[in-house]
């Protein structure tokens, strides 16, 4: 049962909007560049078609080409992880799972280490591209491997950890055999989770992606209420299980592979939000869902404006940020599961 009525979700919605328009600008101006709030806002209007703003084109610069696509890149990445969390905790029924349960973030890994280590694609292809067709790759695999034997969710589960064992073997050795000093460094920073290279393309392909799969997600909310009494019990209300689990389960790899080819492996997001969102709104799905979504943008911007200034001009890995977060806060899922709450 719902700990928030309808009014104070709706109020909830709203608070957490103005707080990621407000997080957003504010983390824009968190750096060496003297911005403020206005010149973001300037910029913005600017850009839109609202006039020629005051600032110089490096300080515009600044702001349009590298911090706002950044910032805006970590919303989109914080939400979408947060929203694939949610779901595979209730369609697999495993409080722990998270987007990297199937393994998706493995197959990237591999897809990335061949392009740059390798040059797989002869130049042709990008990082991001590689790392997309391997994420493809590896739930592909989980995909066959689950469904051929049984396709329960305890068969899916053993499949992701089978590839994604499997995958990590394979970026391992591809790094220790082929890659250089100076290309090892890039891989293992990649690897670890990074905006650096945010740009608008990155910004619309994820926003578009997400967008699609929160559709997805809250169409099938009912379904995935139905999920938590077990699959037996979703078919007796009339659940068709097997398409409904395909359907996310595809979604939310898809959504997975796009952010994680933009933004590298970042753990922790999609395993600990979806359990404190639940603790104020919640596990009604239609509800759920978009709450998590927000509190996962929220968060992921914050954590990446420490990642880029708390040792600058030294950058943190986005990743390294949330496990030293998250690893405590899953030492607390892991008791209240044990203990059953």
């Known amino acids: 049962m719902a700990r928030l009525g309808l009014r104070g979700v709706l109020l909830l919605w709203a608070g957490g909007l103005a707080l990621l328009a ?8 968190i750096g060496p560049a003297d911005i403020a709030v206005r010149d973001v ?19 515009e610069g600044i702001i349009w080409d590298l911090r706002l696509p950044r910032t805006l ?14 779901v595979l905790q209730s369609l697999l029924r495993n409080p722990l799972a998270d987007p990297f349960l199937l393994g998706v973030s493995s197959g990237a890994s591999t897809g990335a280490v061949l392009v740059v280590v390798l040059g797989v694609g002869g130049g042709a292809v990008s990082l991001s591209v590689g ?12 995909l066959l491997l689950g469904y051929a034997s049984g396709g329960t969710t305890d068969r899916l589960v053993l ?27 890039g891989v293992l920073f990649w690897l670890l989770g990074s905006l650096s290279g945010a740009n608008w393309n990155d910004v619309i392909t994820g926003a578009a ?14 379904a995935l209420d139905a999920f938590a009494f077990g699959s037996d019990a979703a078919a007796s209300l009339g659940v068709s299980v ?3 689990r395909l359907l996310l389960l595809t979604a939310t790899a898809l959504l997975t592979a796009v952010l994680v080819s933009v933004a590298g492996a970042i753990g ?25 979504a927000l509190a996962g943008a929220v968060f992921l911007v914050w954590v990446d404006t420490v990642a880029r200034t708390a040792m600058d001009p030294q950058e943190i890995p986005v990743g390294v940020v949330t496990s030293l977060v998250g690893v405590p806060a899953f030492a607390v899922v892991l008791y209240r599961v044990r203990r059953g709450t």
């Open 209 to 222: 992606v997400l967008g699609a799969v929160l559709a997805v997600a809250v169409y099938t909310a009912t």
């Open 268 to 292: 922790f997001v999609g395993l600990v939000l979806p359990h404190a969102v639940r603790a104020v709104v919640g596990s009604g799905h239609r509800r759920l869902l978009p709450t998590t």
């Open 242 to 244: 097997t398409r409904v």
């Open 159 to 185: 499949s992701g950890v089978a590839a994604m064992q499997l995958f990590s073997a394979l970026t391992s050795f591809i790094v220790i055999s082929s890659a250089d000093a100076e290309q090892t460094r």
């Open 131 to 142: 790392a997309f067709a391997g994420a493809l790759c590896s739930f592909a695999c989980v």
């Open 22 to 29: 407000l997080s957003v600008a504010t983390a824009i101006t």
């Open 73 to 86: 890149l970590a919303a989109v990445c914080g939400a979408g992880l947060g929203l694939c969390g949610a």
């Open 41 to 59: 806002w300037a910029v913005v209007v600017s850009r839109l078609g609202g006039g020629e703003s005051s600032l110089t084109p490096i300080r």
